[in-house]
């Protein structure tokens, strides 16, 4: 178990046996052992290592386990294996820190996920899947509007959302997957909202679909489709845009990307699929858009990035309601006694490290 939890933790770091080997202070042929549970760690070892690593020492004995199924990625290809496990190894400590609070709290605290009755058992073309995002958006009662608080709304609804702070940005999106059964969220911190949005959306979508597609449909496109569905529905589209146009003005789409979240790309796309912007107009705006430098960053003002809440709130319910003690509490909040202590006066600077 130990020696497991050691090989997760440096996964989680990205450290190689030699890099931790220099950091802890200890050789990297014994690190390779205790990990395969051939020798057991001291307490010295165990409390170098998990300053090495940036976890307390209460991790190396946390006793959940995490299968992740149905893994989902919005990724660059460019991710190497390295760096996938590295984003899978932070995805198990973030889970299995939810996993080990729901221990401690009663059920009622929880929405069970499940996704809205009569949804078509196989989803044939694009078309469908407008409709079907339609139906998931009244069955939870958003009906046609703009969704302020998406992570918020995916939370309510018993699904599990993480923010991670990966170095590499630009290679990682964000992924779904179950996680003993439940559905899990991933996507990147340091993303603008818009793209952030835009891949919750787009991961609820593999959740949604997922063995619901006919086998002519291409899933990520499905759920690329059903991303910008649900974000905006083909109502909303058409009242913002009208029927008919040759050219969209970029004041205009990002005045709406202010409003409903979705980039200014995102609502070209929008246009073309329900054929209210013309080829030669789609060909058009992205020439300025490529011109600009915008496909790579939209220009200013970026849209508000999505924000992570349930987690450190649960946590701190459950200290409040004497569930769990200020030990438990730090070392699922990823914080030491002092920084809790401090937070709990209103006097931390800082979120918690979920």
Not at 41 to 67: M, N
Not at 69 to 75: D, L, N, P, T
Not at 111 to 120: I, K
């Amino acid at each position: 178990m130990i020696g497991r939890r050691i090989q997760q933790a440096r996964r989680a770091a990205g450290l190689p046996l030699r890099a931790l080997a220099q950091q802890a202070g200890i050789s990297a042929m014994a690190i390779s052992k205790y990990e395969r549970d051939e020798i057991v760690p001291s307490s010295g070892v165990l409390l170098a290592l998990s300053k090495a690593l940036g976890v307390r020492v209460e991790y190396f004995f946390r006793e959940v386990e995490i299968t992740l199924e149905q893994i989902s990625y919005r990724k660059n290809p460019a991710l190497s294996d390295r760096e996938e496990t590295k984003v899978l190894a932070e995805v198990g400590d973030h889970l299995e820190r939810w996993l080990e609070l729901e221990r401690f709290i009663p059920t009622s605290w929880s929405t069970p996920f499940a996704l809205p009755d009569g949804l078509p058992e196989t989803v044939v073309d694009f078309d469908q899947i407008e409709a079907v995002a339609i139906q998931v958006r009244r069955a939870w009662d958003l009906g046609l509007n703009p969704i302020p608080d998406l992570i918020d709304t995916l939370e309510g609804r018993g699904i599990k959302v993480f923010t991670v702070a990966y170095n590499a940005h630009d290679k990682f999106n964000g992924l779904s997957a179950r996680a003993n059964g439940k559905p899990v969220v991933v996507i990147g911190k340091s993303w603008p909202g818009d793209n952030q949005r835009f891949t919750l959306a787009h991961e609820l979508g593999h959740l949604v679909l997922h063995g619901r597609l006919n086998p002519a449909l291409d899933e990520e496109k499905a759920c690329h489709r059903f991303a910008g569905s649900f974000l905006v529905p083909k109502p909303a589209v058409f009242n913002a845009l009208g029927q008919s146009r040759t050219w969209l003005e970029p004041q205009e789409l990002m005045l709406l990307k202010q409003e409903w979240g979705l980039s200014m790309g995102g609502w070209s796309f929008r246009a073309a699929e329900n054929g209210i912007l013309s080829k030669s107009g789609m060909s058009t705006f992205w020439q300025l858009m490529r011109s600009r430098g915008w496909k790579q960053r939209e220009p200013e003002p970026q849209y508000r990035q999505e924000e992570e809440r349930l987690f450190e709130q649960r946590v701190y319910r459950a200290l409040a309601e004497d569930l769990i003690g200020e030990s438990k509490a730090a070392e699922l909040l990823g914080m030491n006694l002092a920084q809790l202590r401090a937070c709990r006066n209103m006097e931390c600077s800082h979120a918690a490290d979920q």
